[in-house]
Structures are given as structure tokens and as C-alpha cells.
T-cell receptor, first 116, second 116 residues
């Protein structure tokens, strides 16, 4: 079975400060890891993914995430937050060894609020 | 169309009625997913279609839920004898045959179902 935990329901940061949204995962094999973002009244949008290679992944809008296998984590980060980054963020995982299992398992989401 | 299209965007129904939710995926995408988003519950996987293969129905919560995909394109999610706990946003996503292996999904804006 595969699962994702986002330990914080809400994260609040001041504009210009660095932000981190935490994610830990559990899979039986090696993971594919993803971050998606949902802006108010909008559908989910793909932000970035880790498939293989460099543990530091860079994505859209200046976001990045670091895959840490020993800690089974994939935290989302941004050096300087913008008010427009305020949204609901979802971490997702798929077991690379899942064969025909293409099911993505999502976390419960973390609401990020960036204060001016 | 340019993106994944879902209809209706909002549906209010009475307990016990049947509802149908429609998803039009991105043209050429062979993989189609249905997820359910409830407050505080994150995204719950419901069902996955890939080409002509048998769908993965492992996430359907009860036999009141069913889905079909006609001609490898449009999909309909049907909920029979709706209950109040079925109230949620139902999200559809699609992906191409290649990225289905890595999980970059394109989501519609969802159908918000309210069961009175």
C-alpha cells in the first residue's frame, strides 16, 4: 500500500520569507513523488515531480522540492514567498514498482497562506 | 478542448436520487482518473481507466458508484441513491500514455455535488 502524510493542515508565512510545506510518504518500493497546487476556485495544477536522478527538483513559480530517501520525505520549498502563492498544496506518491498500478495517492493537503 | 472539461460544475440533489457526472478528457489522452475531494479528507481515488484495459475500480466506496468510459474518451461517473455523505467535489483528470507512467495528471475544475 502507498500513503502520503502532510502533517500540517495550515502554514502561514510572511511575504518575502522562505516557506516549507512538509510531506512524508510510504511505498513498498521506490517512489514517484509529486506536488500539485489548487488555487481558490480552480482545478489542481501540476507543480513538480521527482522521478529519478538529482534529489533536488525545481518546478513552476520558483518552487523546489528535495527527495530524501532516508527520511522518506519530499518537502516543498520556496526561498521567498509571494502573496499569490497562497493556495492548497497536495503531495502525491506512486510506487515505481507498482506495475500497472498508475494510481496516485494524495495527501490531505496543506493550506498555505502568505501574509503581506 | 484545451483542458479537461467537467459537467455540471454544480449539482444539488435530494437524498435517494441518482446523479451523473461527466468528464471530457484532453484529446488523445488515454488515461482517465476520477477522484473525490472532501473537506479535510484530501483527494480520494475512485477509479482509473487506461486505454482498452479493464478499469481499476478499487477506490469506489460502494456499489452505488459506477463509471464508464465510452470510446476511450468521455467518462461518466454515476452515483445511485445518493446519500448526504456523497456530498463532495468530484474531480476528473487525464494523462497521455507516456506520462501515465510518471503521473503528471491534468485535472478538470470539478463537479461540486450537494446532497440534501
Amino acid at each position: 500500500a502507498q500513503s502520503v502524510a502532510q502533517p500540517e493542515d495550515q502554514v502561514n508565512v510572511a511575504e518575502g520569507n522562505p516557506l516549507t510545506v512538509k510531506c512524508t510518504y510510504s511505498v513498498s518500493g521506490n517512489p514517484y513523488l509529486f506536488w500539485y497546487v489548487q488555487y481558490p476556485n480552480r482545478g489542481l495544477q501540476f507543480l513538480l515531480k521527482y522521478i529519478t536522478g538529482d534529489n533536488l527538483v525545481k518546478g513552476s513559480y520558483g518552487f523546489e522540492a528535495e527527495f530524501n530517501k532516508s527520511q522518506t520525505s519530499f518537502h516543498l520549498k520556496k526561498p521567498s514567498a509571494l502573496v499569490s502563492d497562497s493556495a492548497l498544496y497536495f503531495c502525491a506518491v506512486r510506487d515505481r514498482s507498482g506495475g500497472s498500478n498508475y494510481k496516485l495517492t494524495f495527501g490531505k493537503g496543506t493550506l498555505l497562506t502568505v501574509n503581506p | 478542448g484545451a483542458g479537461v472539461s467537467q459537467s455540471p460544475s454544480n449539482k444539488v440533489t435530494e437524498k435517494g436520487k441518482d446523479v451523473e457526472l461527466r468528464c471530457d478528457p484532453i484529446s488523445g489522452h488515454t488515461a482517465l482518473y476520477w477522484y473525490r475531494q472532501s473537506l479535510g479528507q484530501g483527494l480520494e481515488f475512485l477509479i482509473y481507466f487506461q486505454g482498452n484495459s479493464a478499469p481499476d475500480k478499487s477506490g469506489l466506496p460502494s456499489d452505488r458508484f459506477s463509471a464508464e468510459r465510452t470510446g476511450g474518451s468521455v467518462s461518466t461517473l454515476t452515483i445511485q441513491r445518493t446519500q448526504q455523505e456523497d456530498s463532495a467535489v468530484y474531480l476528473c483528470a487525464s494523462s497521455s500514455g507516456q506520462v501515465a507512467n510518471t503521473g503528471e495528471l491534468f485535472f478538470g475544475e470539478g463537479s461540486r455535488l450537494t446532497v440534501l
